[in-house]
């Protein structure tokens, strides 16, 4: 029907797979979500004191308390601080984009009832968001690892691949969690307060994996974030490179989840401008 | 006054809105039913009863190229939601919605807009989430913010402008490029009278030029003098398709005078 191929045609008929049709548009819409990172982080530092210099001391703070608080328990672990730190950033990285991207997503309502866009991509750029916070927090890791004697190798540059990974199964968390709450909200509650905190005690952010008994570890394959952890310590904490039954673990998981996310939402997103 | 558009002036090819049949069903629960433990125990007792509640029922018309296209109604009637499937922000849950060409929706200015950030970010900002390029919305920019008048504060934050400044702003951007269907909701009031003149202005423009507009107003004058056509909307059906002045009649008579 369309003649002309530079003139788009929007047909609300027109059968296309769901999931596929909002891949297709996320990549047409992929400046916005540059610009809604940008605004985040900016809208966040402009006026704040401290700044940019904020989201470095906010893990650093919780590494120097939770250091005094355990170390008489965990003093054994080699360069505890760099271990606690290693574990906190990523562990920040996962919940604050987990958390917002859900939030925008569910509560994000106005701009829904404005204008089209695909809504995938408050989910997507949340990831951006915490990317940035990520990358910046790792200035103050490198100066503590150095400080307690586990300074990076050269295999620190592999951290790229369990960041990516991390970032996949995060972002295919954000869409399911999201996809249930536009129904039921109070899933969004209990995920921000009683889910993540329990979640974070369960994986070894801040102990030791060879404190737990064995019942609890044989538990542990269960939990992703307990192998996201692990890959992610090898090529920062451990200085090694990554162990490839683990990679391939992760990858499983973060393949898996971000695909499971990715259909359930895009199978949900007509229904958001309905509820808002 | 104008007179009923002759249907011989737009040929059929050049339609660019279609709404075939288009139904939009809300569900609107009976009791409020916002967490799943309330909607898990409801389930068990088979107590969730959703309401539905049909916004539109059942709406077929067409648009034609270079057409300003009324809708009137009262409040409820179904107008917004309508707009809204050809912003293509909902979609029709039964029937079928085409448009061909961009669509400048006047109900999206603004959109996203963050007060923190300063007038030249919110306009690139703005701009992309209307679906235009990077490169465009470079070398377009000095347009832009020609129009809203604002080149000495477009550095500062948003939240240092006045209310209409970022009217101004909103409505800069999302008209800067002409596109083929204008959806205009209520009287567009942006600003002082010298911008809202300079707004009609520049929409009277792109209808010159060929824009098709969508054009909901309470104002029954306005919507006689300037619609080739008009349609009245009433609890989400529609009653009737043509001249303008009949639909206002139509609609009028159905509202027990005040005066």
Redesign the interface.
Known sequence: MAKDASVPFYDSAKQQTAWLDEFLQTLRYKDLIMHLVKRDVTARYKRSVLGIAWTMLNPLGMMVILTVVFSQLFGSVEGYAAYILSGLIMWNFFAQSTVSGINSVVWGGDLFRRIYFPRSIFAISAIGTGIVNFLLSMVPYIVVSIFVGKPPTIYFILLIIPMVLLAMFTLGLTLIIASIGVRFPDIVEMYNNIILLAWMYLTPIIYPIDILPDWLLSLMKFNPMFHLVKLFREPIYYGQPLYPQLLGICSIIAVGTLALGWIIFSRMTDEIAYRS | MKLPTDPNTFPDHDVVIGVEHASVK??VPHERV????E?AIRKIQRRIQNNEFWALKDVSFEVKKGEIFGLIGANGAGKSTLL??V??????SEG????????A?L??MG??F?M??SGR?NV??NG????Y??KLIRERFNAIVDFAELQDFIDA?LRTYSSGMIARLGFSVATDQMP?VLIVDEALSVGDTAFQNKSLERIREFQKNGASTLYVSHGMGEIERTCNRAAWLDHGHLRFVGSPKEAVDLYLDRIPAVA
Do not use: N, S
């Open positions: 809300y569900f916002a967490t799943f433990k909607y809204k499937l912003a293509r922000v909902l979609k029709p079928r919605v085409w448009v061909r060409g961009r669509v929706p109900l999206a959109a996203g963050h923190e950030l970010e690139f900002l992309t989430l209307l679906g390029p990077q934050p083929d």
